[in-house]
């Protein structure tokens, strides 16, 4: 598939005896919007932080297309640092909020635009590179107004109510400028009218920034809602792939779920 | 904006009146400040810059790193043995003679200092690969260790340092003029710094290490600016101590250096340019007032005997106290704003009242 934007090819993890990811192919689309779905421990993360480049997998490869090109070559990413990742244009939340806690909402977006400073130290420092972050902060104060987070722009992050939070977190995200935007639990610890706005909140992101989106999440109707299609892990394993349909009638997706047989698992 | 506008007016006028002080204290027009009151002021501006420079890597950047005390040894030998004329050098070292190249270089002030700030970056440099890569307690006990091996090779070059003899007869060229130039000159700096796009990103690694990976930024890449910067800093600082103080030897940099700078940085407020230089003020003049407490005393019927360090060991009940109820500091991580100022100075007749108020109640 020409239009693949990240893939893992027989992605495996394992922390000592313990195998928390096996053998996880994964394929994400451009302007895709798919989910990673699985019970608790059931390696979601980890798959996460394999592509991420948090860790580096035991086996296995990662690819990641950047740019928006269509005749840009998949790279392989594997065992490359966070940093140099996100460079490339990926970008991530975390599953417990990681803001910058002692800074306001509009120097965490700031911040998330250091990578692409090209001004060295000292130009930085002396005022030489004045024009560049002129830029910066128009670019983060642009972002905050088209995120619905203006009214909130000099306040602490630590203050905003969690919802808030969650949302400043993507904010940074896409201050980074990424193609591939990673989601890890962006409901988490929400209420239902919450979730309801997220998703839209997120539908609305994937069309103004032209992103791709993988998530990890545990809301059902925000995973069938708004993802075009599905991977269930279970113990490190994918026991199903495709679409919300399809998932929510395969019988092993709801034996995971439900832990209905014992004897299903190995 | 008109606040913007008179900020920056009140900002100017008290900076010129203040350099105009500075002056005239070292033209000799201002009587009442003796020689020994300038030696402390002096001490002040460049316990400031010391202070900012650990603070810069401690408060700024996330890293307990307490190495400065080699940097400082390492700026201090070099602008001492840079600015010092070849038959002082001589003289001075009697039981060995000096390597013959560093005998007969001298420079200008400046340009050592200079020199001494570029040896400690440079070694910073080098130490900063596997130092680096440590966080946490392990960072600051790699830092320590550092600074002890560079005392320890300082000791034991007699032929680059004079060994334990130090190095003595140091001209003193770095009077107010120099100290507060410089000490002006880091804060500003600092300002910059931390209000440009890499001081955000150093403030992103001291919130999140984790996040501001993900947000793009290079951990070792910039834990190695805001180290070699920090070392640059306290080289010029340890120069400037070499030319006030005078005579030099190794033991001036033991590893407890590193705390009276510590102690300045946390009692200021970590991460707070402002409260670092009200701290370096403070406690350094403070430090000198308080010399009678070694000398013995007595209170009524109470006599304390002469006790050499008495006055450290208040402020290491200092220390204690701020790390147990007061752990922001004088400022926390806020700075000096006009705005910040008057509020205060508006509220203040309030809290006074509100203090007398609180009393009456309980006494009722």
Known sequence: ????????????????????????????????????????????????????GVYTPTEGKVFFTPGRSDEAKPVDITGRKADAITRMGMARTFQNIRLFKTQTVYENILIGQHLHVKAGLFSSVTGLAYKEERAMRKKADDLIELLGLAHVRDELCTSLPYGQQRRLEIARALATDPTLLLLDEPAAGMNPQETVELTGFIREIKEQFALSVLMIEHHMDLVMDISERIYVLDFGQTIATGTPAEIQNDSRVIEAYLGVDTDAED | ????????????????????????????????????????????????????????????????????????????????????????????????????????????????????????????????????????????????????????????????????????????????????????????????????????????????????????????????????????????????????????????????????????????????????????????????????????????????PEIPGLRMVIFSVLLMGIILFYRQGFFGSKEFSWHGLFAFVRELPRRIGRLFHRDKKEAA
């Not at chain 2, 009442?32 to 900012?52: M, R």
């Not at chain 2, 400690?120 to 690969?129: K, L, M």
């Not at chain 2, 984790?210 to 800093?233: P, Q, R």
């Open chain 1, 1 to 52: 598939m020409g239009n693949t934007i990240l893939r893992t090819e027989h992605a495996t993890m394992r922390f000592g005896g313990v195998t928390a990811v096996n053998d996880f192919n994964l394929e994400v689309g451009r302007n895709e919007i798919v989910a990673i779905i699985g019970p608790n421990g059931a390696g979601k993360t980890t798959a996460f932080n394999l592509i991420t």
């Open chain 2, 1 to 304: 904006m008109k606040g913007n506008k008179r900020d920056f007016w009140l900002t100017v006028i008290v900076l010129t009146l203040f350099a105009a002080l500075v002056i005239l204290t070292q033209t000799g027009a201002v009587a009442f400040i003796d020689s020994y009151q300038i030696h402390i002021l002096n001490l002040c501006a460049i316990y400031t810059i010391l202070g900012l420079s650990m603070n810069l890597v401690n408060g700024f950047t996330g890293l307990f790193s307490l190495g400065q005390a080699g940097f400082m040894a390492i700026g201090a030998y070099v602008t001492a043995l840079l600015i010092m004329a070849p038959d002082v050098k001589e003289q001075v070292f009697y039981v060995e003679p000096i390597e013959p190249w560093l005998g007969a270089l001298q420079c200008p002030f400046w340009l050592a200092l200079l020199a001494g700030g570029m040896l400690s970056a440079v070694v910073a440099f080098f130490i900063g690969f596997p130092v680096l890569r440590l966080r946490g307690d392990y960072l600051a006990i790699a830092t320590l260790g550092f600074a002890e091996i560079i005392r320890i090779i300082f000791l034991n070059t007699q032929t680059l340092t004079n060994g334990s003899m130090g190095v003595k007869s140091i001209p003193p060229t770095a009077n107010l003029l120099w100290c507060f130039g410089i000490a002006a000159l880091m804060v500003l700096f600092m300002l910059r710094l931390i209000h440009s796009s890499y001081g955000r990103a150093f403030k992103a690694i001291r919130d999140d290490e984790i996040a501001a990976e993900a947000m793009g930024i290079n951990l070792f890449k910039h834990k190695m600016y805001s180290f070699i910067l920090s070392a640059f800093i306290a080289g010029v600082g340890g120069g400037l101590m070499a030319s006030v103080v005078s005579a030099i030897t190794p033991n001036l940099f033991r590893f407890t250096l590193a705390y009276d700078i510590l102690l300045i940085v946390v009692l200021g407020g970590m991460g707070s340019i402002t409260g670092t230089v009200v701290a370096a003020f403070v406690i350094t003049a403070a430090k000198e007032w308080l010399r009678w407490l070694d000398e013995g005393f007595s209170i009524g019927p109470l006599t304390v």
